[in-house]
C-alpha cells in the first residue's frame, strides 16, 4: 500500500509547508502529496485553497482594498506579496523548494495541480512542468520515476504529456464519471485518484479491468483503510500520522 501524507502533516497550521512535509518524512511517510497554484505573474507555490482566509488570514488592508483576507484570490497575488504571506508563522514555499526537498530526501510525491476555471488549467500545467524541467537532468529523472501528478482540471495535465519525459499522470475525481476512460486513454494516465465515497467496489473494478491504478482521498479511519486495501486499491491519501502504523 502506498501512504501519502496529505498535505504534508494533515490539514491544519502547517499544511503545505515544509515543515509539515519534513513532519511527515520524520512519522515514516516515504510519499507526501501537495497542491499547487500559480501567482498572478507566473510562480507556481505550494496552496490548497483558492481563496485567503483560512490557511493564510492576516494581509495587509491595501491587498484586499480593506476586506477580509477571504475575498482575495491566491492566484491575483504576485509571487512577492505571496512571499510576504505567512501560514501560521510559516512561509508559503514555491514548488521549486518543495520538488528540490523531495529529490533531496527521495521522497515520492503526488503533485495537484490546482486551476481555478478551465483557462487558467493550462497556466497552471505549464508553470508546474517548467519547474521540473528547471531540475539538474540526473534528478529531473529521477524525480519523473518518482511523482505523480493529478487535477480535477485534465487541461492542466497536457502541458506535462508533451513537454516533460513520459511523466506519472492521474485523473482526479469525486465520483468516477461516465466518461472516465475517454480522459484516461487521451492523456495515458496510470491511475485514477477518486474520494473515498466514490471508491466502491464497482468502481474500482472497472478501473482495474482498465489496467490503472486507483488512489483514494482522504482515509483517517482504520477500518475505512482496511476495507479499501481489501478493494485492492493502490494507495491511500491520510491526513493521520499514525494511520499507517494501524494492523490491517
Known sequence: MEWFAH????????????????????AGFDRVEFDV????????????????????????????????ASTVLFNQLTSAQ??????????????????????????????ELKAQNPQDARRVGDAVASAVLDLPG????????????????????????SRLNSPRLAL???QLPDDWAVHAQALGVE???????????????????????????????????AQLQALGVQGIFTDRMDLPGHPF
Open 82 to 111: 505571496i512571499e510576504q504571506c505567512r501560514v501560521g508563522e510559516r512561509k508559503v514555499p514555491r514548488l521549486a523548494e518543495v520538488l528540490n526537498w523531495c529529490v533531496q530526501h527521495a521522497v515520492r510525491a503526488n503533485i
Open 37 to 68: 497554484q500559480v501567482s498572478a505573474d507566473g510562480v507556481p507555490f505550494i496552496h490548497h485553497d483558492w481563496v485567503l482566509g483560512r490557511c493564510i488570514q492576516r494581509l495587509p488592508p491595501e491587498w484586499s482594498n480593506g476586506g477580509p
Open 172 to 174: 482526479l475525481y469525486e
Open 191 to 225: 491511475a485514477v485518484h477518486l474520494h473515498w465515497s466514490g471508491a466502491d467496489a464497482v468502481a474500482v473494478r472497472r478501473l482495474h479491468t482498465a489496467g490503472l491504478g486507483v488512489r483514494v482521498y482522504t482515509v483517517n479511519e482504520p477500518e475505512q483503510a
Open 138 to 161: 540526473a534528478s529531473r529523472a529521477l524525480a519523473l520515476s518518482m511523482w505523480v501528478f493529478s487535477s480535477f482540471y485534465h487541461a492542466s495535465l497536457l502541458p506535462l504529456q
Open 7 to 26: 498535505r504534508g502533516s494533515g490539514k491544519g497550521p502547517l499544511e503545505n509547508t515544509l515543515e509539515a512535509f519534513e513532519e511527515a518524512r520524520l
